[in-house]
């Protein structure tokens, strides 16, 4: 990927204090009936979300045929850490799916892909790519695309940190996203606009839930 993508990466911090009080919120009312959510399926929603007005972004490029394919259909790579490397499962369809269903789609494939069980099909196909350290997420990474997709969003972790709001320090969780794109395809304010897209979705959760 890195010898024939030309990278570039570019980073965002996001406010994540009121996404994460949803998300503490809906855990524990439907937490046990329908599966806790983790911070993924909010941010596979805001990437659907983003993807109309940025289809770029939601692509494969084939370096010898030297040809662009843009994508309707929003299939998540998700970058998962097993014994034998790294692999990439795919939710497909993530349009199609609520929290909930793509929450227990990223358990079932990481622990399929974990456990050796994944077929083919499950780790081929994607259009664009999320990957994330958890705690181990750092400050700041610089994601390598998983080719021949075009974009990949990388994740990093949530520390509550001061911040000015209204002119006084107030406690905030604060999230960085670190978003590599392929410069042929993606130009640089596209991607910067596309990250924007995503912090503002992200940092008022409700407009995960307007289309």
């Given at each position: 990927?890195?010898?024939?993508?030309?990278?570039?990466?570019?980073?965002?911090?996001?406010?994540?204090?009121e996404?994460?009080?949803?998300?503490?919120?809906?855990?524990?009312?439907?937490?046990?009936?329908r599966?806790?959510?983790?911070?993924?399926?909010?941010?596979?929603?805001?990437?659907?979300?983003?993807?109309?007005?940025?289809?770029?972004?939601?692509?494969?490029?084939?370096?010898?045929?030297?040809?662009?394919?843009?994508?309707?259909?929003?299939?998540?790579?998700?970058a998962?850490?097993?014994?034998?490397?790294?692999?990439?499962p795919?939710?497909?369809?993530?349009?199609?799916r609520?929290?909930?269903?793509?929450?227990?789609?990223?358990?079932?494939l990481?622990?399929?892909?974990?456990?050796g069980?994944?077929?083919r099909?499950?780790?081929?196909?994607?259009?664009?790519?999320?990957?994330?350290?958890?705690?181990?997420?750092?400050i700041?990474?610089?994601?390598?695309?998983?080719?021949?997709?075009?974009?990949?969003?990388?994740?990093n972790?949530?520390?509550?940190?001061?911040?000015?709001?209204?002119?006084?320090?107030?406690?905030?969780?604060?999230?960085n996203?670190?978003?590599?794109?392929?410069h042929?395809?993606?130009?640089?304010?596209?991607?910067?606009?596309?990250?924007?897209?995503?912090?503002?979705?992200?940092?008022?959760?409700?407009?995960?839930?307007?289309?």
């Amino acid at each position: 990927s890195k010898r024939h993508i030309p990278h570039f990466t570019y980073v965002e911090e996001i406010d994540v204090t009121e996404l994460e009080a949803l998300r503490v919120r809906l855990n524990g009312i439907w937490g046990e009936t329908r599966g806790r959510l983790t911070i993924l399926p909010f941010l596979m929603r805001a990437i659907v979300l983003a993807v109309p007005s940025f289809p770029q972004v939601n692509a494969r490029y084939d370096d010898d045929a030297g040809v662009v394919t843009r994508f309707g259909a929003v299939h998540i790579g998700v970058a998962t850490q097993t014994e034998g490397g790294l692999m990439v499962p795919v939710v497909r369809h993530a349009e199609a799916r609520d929290l909930w269903s793509s929450a227990a789609e990223v358990t079932r494939l990481a622990d399929a892909a974990r456990s050796g069980k994944a077929v083919r099909e499950e780790l081929s196909g994607s259009t664009i790519t999320i990957t994330s350290l958890g705690p181990l997420g750092g400050i700041v990474t610089t994601p390598v695309i998983n080719h021949p997709e075009v974009a990949i969003v990388g994740v990093n972790r949530i520390v509550a940190r001061p911040m000015i709001r209204d002119g006084a320090f107030v406690a905030r969780q604060m999230m960085n996203l670190s978003s590599s794109f392929d410069h042929r395809v993606v130009d640089g304010a596209d991607a910067a606009r596309f990250v924007q897209a995503l912090r503002g979705t992200l940092e008022c959760p409700a407009l995960l839930f307007v289309e």
